[in-house]
């Protein structure tokens, strides 16, 4: 686990950017299970990798016309219960950190895992999802 402290800025990374940051199972399980539209979920991470590509991408796709109804974050090292039961609903994927999945009525429909980020631009990350976006969104 890691101190909050120190995570708090990369949490606000997304959270000032409209993601809802989600901190207990019961939130995860209550915005996955609502079963009504469209969600963005990003496990959030300390690593370069999130800093350099995964958060911008995020950010950037979500300007697209066509966007998820709902985006939201659980961060991996901090949030344990909420990340554990975020990892439930991204099975059968193994648990990645940062990993960014879109779900359309509770149903996982698109994942990006960490080694589909590691290497690739924010730009990149950001047209990927922004193909799921225009299929599901």
């Given at each position: 686990m890691y101190p909050v402290e120190l995570t708090i800025p990369m949490a606000k990374d997304l959270t000032d950017f409209g993601f809802?940051?989600?901190?207990?199972s019961e939130e995860?399980?209550?915005l996955i299970d609502k079963k009504?539209?469209?969600l963005l979920l990003v496990v959030n991470s300390v690593c370069g990798c999130a800093a350099a590509n995964a958060r911008p991408g995020a950010k950037i796709a979500i300007q697209n016309a066509k966007k998820p109804d709902v985006c939201a974050t659980v961060f991996a090292g901090v949030d344990r219960d909420a990340v554990e039961t975020a990892r439930e609903y991204l099975l059968p994927y193994p648990p990645s950190s940062p990993a960014i999945a879109l779900f359309k009525e509770g149903r996982l429909v698109h994942m990006l895992e960490r080694h589909h980020i590691e290497g690739r631009s924010a730009q990149m990350i950001a047209d990927n999802l922004v193909q799921a976006f225009d299929?599901?969104?």
């Open positions: 809802v940051g989600l901190k207990s995860v399980k209550t009504e539209g469209t299929a599901y969104c």
